[in-house]
């Protein structure tokens, strides 16, 4: 098997558009179940409105509650309302690896298997970190099947600059997980 792999020369919003034709292309192999991380929902509503619904599983992950300032959400109920009315899904939950890490650090000022992991994970790119969490953080919500390749799109910041396929698992089972490629990535 053979595939191109795109490498953008920085990471963010601007290459948003090229992660979305690699990911149609995608749907169009036959891959039926794609993640997408957006923090203020607009580039889980860019995709839902580009993906054919019918055709694919999509799960939009956004930030937990709260993880900006307490008692707060980044994505508004009118975007969440605009993707779920285009056939998609919104999980809004804990970034498993962050909020384990933020805790135990600030509290015991150590090193903790979290740690290791997101920096060995973002070695590769900020993007391939998030793809990984999103995966099962969806998993884990029973919004994405285990054991499936899925497509994941992370990205640095806002937009998408990170396009993945992840043999899927639930974050209980993380060694499941596997990395089978990565489509595009920022170089940086």
Do not use: W
């Given at each position: ?37 957006s923090t203020s929902g607009n580039t889980g ?62 509290e015991f000022q150590g090193v903790y298997p ?56 639930a974050s209980k089972r993380f060694l499941n ?12």
């Amino acid at each position: 098997m053979k595939r191109e792999v795109e490498y953008f020369d920085k990471g963010g919003p601007a290459c948003t558009g090229d992660c979305l034709k690699i990911v149609r292309r995608l749907v169009e192999e036959g891959y039926k179940n794609v993640v997408v991380a957006s923090t203020s929902g607009n580039t889980g509503l860019r995709f839902a409105k580009e993906l054919p619904s019918r055709e694919v599983n999509l799960v939009v992950v956004t930030h937990s509650a709260g993880f900006r300032k307490p008692n707060e959400l980044e994505i508004s109920g009118e975007i969440r309302k605009e993707i779920t009315g285009l056939g998609a899904k919104v999980y809004t939950g804990t970034i498993l690896t962050h909020s384990i890490e933020t805790a135990l650090t600030k509290e015991f000022q150590g090193v903790y298997p979290t740690i290791l992991i997101t920096q060995t994970l973002r070695r590769f790119s900020q993007g391939v970190k998030v793809a990984v969490e999103i995966v099962m953080e969806a998993c884990d919500a029973g919004m994405l099947p285990e054991e499936e390749e899925v497509v994941a799109v992370g990205g640095t910041g806002r937009g998408a600059d990170t396009v993945c396929l992840i043999k899927s698992a639930a974050s209980k089972r993380f060694l499941n997980l596997k990395v089978l490629e990565i489509l595009a990535k920022p170089r940086e």
